[in-house]
């Protein structure tokens, strides 16, 4: 039995630990069988003997437990028909209360009761793994191990969550499309445009000067993608390095870096900020978002627009906003505004040359930084966007850096 059931615990791997227990536990109680079988005929030592076995039987029971419970994923021992005589506390959390039912009641999955036929009726079967989705209780994905526990029926079942993997999969393969096509579009178009010129249309003044500027828009956009590409791998590969720094002077810098596009669309600004507001950020990181959603206000606004930024400075968290009299969302778009490539507006998006990347990047940068981001719209009338920072430490009105406190 013992090479048997070490051979399942070898190709079964994540459930070593129980099988073995299994057989700790199988081999204390058959020491008591068989001393109790002897016992009637036998002196008290034998007595004894065997009140010894006993307690070492609980003992192994107890140890059983708390070992399966140690297990973070659902396990479920079953006998040879399918109903379970014991369950983690994982398995309980999933399930309820599973003893005394049988697997196609607690789990309603066919396929994973398919597994424990093949695995109870064939002699050379010991295990079957296999992935499957579960409806009940709840969708998700699972890799199912099935094994049996040595010559006796006793079945193992261990369930692995492989939702959150699978999801995360998933976004990968969609966020490897989607940079393929965007990389793909200013590309295609570039060197269409590039073969034109080649082929004679250089010598046409006119259509070479609008070809070679369609040429630079197209780098531009490709420049400001692999730009916002580049910043993304960076939010995701380091972890965030928080200073003190005040947000109002941060801000003013990067209001004055966009001052002449402001003036050039039209739009007037209005701040209402404190004289200085400390908090503990990544200056890059808190600059960005704010570089992306002036950038956004400005875009998205008519001529003549108002662009109003302002900081609050709260008892446990900064709150910033950034409001504009512009273009406004959709309501149907605002629960996917923050996702990656996910444009409301495309022809205007494009045309600006956005890359749909710009409000993943501040979600991600503000949430690293333990905070919330979110939006408030009206189409056709304007959107104000709002981030809200934690403080770790208190801030002052007067800025400890003299130099560094903001100009009037
Ligand atoms: P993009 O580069 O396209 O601007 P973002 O991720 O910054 O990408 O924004 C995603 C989409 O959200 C934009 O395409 C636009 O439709 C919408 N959006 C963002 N900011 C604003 C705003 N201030 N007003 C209206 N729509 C906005």
Known sequence: MNTTVLAVATACGLSTVLLIACLVQQEAIQRLRRATRTAASRSSDQQREIMQL????????????????????????????????????????????????????????????????????????????????????????VSVTVARLGPSDDIAVILQDRTE?????????????????????????????????????????????????TIVTDTDRLVRLTADLLALSRIESYEVEKVPVDLVALIRDIMSRLRSSIKASGLTLDVRMPRACFVDCSEDEIGQVMLNLLENAIKYSLDGGKITISVEDGQEEVLVAVADTGIGILQQDIPRIFERFYRADKARSRASGGTGLGLSIVKHIVERHGGRVWVESVYNHGSCFHFALPKEMESTDESPFGSMAPKA
Do not use: W, Y
């Open 165 to 213: 993997l699978r999801r995360l999969e998933t976004v990968r393969r969609d966020f490897v499309a989607n940079v393929s096509h965007e990389l793909r579009t200013p590309l295609t178009s570039v060197k269409a445009m590039a073969e034109t010129l080649m082929d004679g249309a250089l010598h046409d003044e006119s259509v070479a000067k609008r070809f070679l500027k």
């Open 54 to 141: 006993q307690e070492d039987v609980v003992r192994s029971r107890t140890r059983v437990n708390a070992l399966l419970d140690a297990i973070p994923d659902p396990v479920l021992l079953l006998d040879g028909g399918g109903t379970c005589l014991a369950s983690n506390q994982s398995a309980r959390r999933l399930f309820g209360p599973a003893e005394g039912r049988r697997i196609i009641e607690i789990t309603q999955s066919a396929v994973l009761n398919n597994m424990l036929r093949i695995v109870s009726e064939q002699t050379d079967q010991v295990q079957e793994d296999r992935e499957l989705m579960l409806q009940h209780p709840t969708n998700m994905t």
